[in-house]
């Protein structure tokens, strides 16, 4: 868990309908990727944990027979809903309102699970432990994430870079130096060594795959506006009655930087760890 912080069911609220618009994508080799290493053939059942607005889960639902997503939050769950009707994958397709400690919650077992940038909320002992067992023999894991440390400037590009560090000095000002999650603050951020976790766990690996970004990507001052209401620490229910001023000021920063209204981006990498169950024995 984190540190010094309990998880309370506003950590998200009213973030979910901001994911489409504001986030940027996984590489789109991703879903291949996982198909050539998992040997995919449309078969088989996927748990998505912490599933957001399925943007996993969806991505991956033409190479599975079955997807749960599972998120405590009712926001993102109903969007994952509209999300897979409007794919056309609604019958394939299952959203349960739960937190990733609450599992198995009756669930059975699958040849797949996923944690989506969403594990460092976790109680993270506990549920890879239960996602283990929900794991049929041979099963994988898979942590998925922004590759972090590569470069990614828009020199050449047509329009200036998203001023991100201006936007994190914005939310400060308004919310305060320590980062706001729910109802609390992360003082000391969110953990890491996910290795260690899994393999306490019973895991072994891991595989890890680089699935590579960099494509050139075009945002707006709504796009940007829309990435940061869709981050915990700048929910909209933080702002509480300075909303409205917050995102004034936040466009008047975009325009300072782009008085065009475009910037210019590229797509992260996306790293991929790859755990395995152990297979039956004979």
């Known amino acids: 868990m984190v540190v010094g912080w309990e998880w309370d069911d506003t950590l998200f609220s009213g973030t979910a309908a901001y994911y489409e618009r504001g986030r940027l994508p996984y590489a789109a080799g991703l879903a291949d990727a996982l198909a050539e290493e998992l040997r995919l053939d449309g078969q088989g059942r996927l748990l998505d944990v912490g599933c957001g ?3 996993i889960a969806l991505s991956l639902a033409h190479l599975f027979g079955e997807i ?3 998120d405590p939050d009712s926001g993102m769950i109903a969007e994952a809903g509209r999300g897979a009707a409007g794919r056309g994958v609604g019958a394939k397709t299952r959203w349960v309102r739960a937190r990733a400690e609450d599992l198995p919650a009756g669930l059975g077992t699958f040849a797949v699970a996923t944690f989506g940038q ?5 109680d993270r002992d506990l549920v890879a432990a ?3 067992d929900m794991l049929r023999p041979g099963g994988a894991l898979v942590h998925i994430a922004d590759l972090k440390t590569e470069p990614r400037t828009v020199d050449g590009m047509p329009h200036p870079a998203v001023p991100y560090t201006g936007v994190d000095d914005l939310v400060k000002r308004y919310l305060g130096p320590v980062r706001r999650a729910g109802r609390g603050v992360l003082a000391q951020g969110t953990p890491g060594a996910e290795d260690e976790v899994f393999a306490r ?3 072994s690996g891991p595989r890890r795959l680089v699935v590579p970004g ?3 990507l075009e945002r707006t001052f709504d796009d940007v506006v829309a990435w940061v209401f869709s981050l915990s620490f700048s929910a909209p229910h933080l702002f509480e009655g300075r909303r409205d001023d917050f995102e004034a000021d936040l466009r008047l920063l975009l325009r300072e930087v782009s008085p065009s209204g475009r910037f210019s981006e590229r797509a992260p990498s996306t790293e991929v760890f790859v755990w395995r169950k152990a297979p039956a024995t004979a």
């Open 68 to 70: 749960v997503g599972v």
């Open 130 to 132: 239960t996602v283990r």
């Open 118 to 122: 969403s594990f460092h909320w976790m």
């Open 201 to 203: 766990a019973g895991f």
């Open 214 to 216: 960099g494509q050139v």
């Open 53 to 55: 607005p399925g943007t």
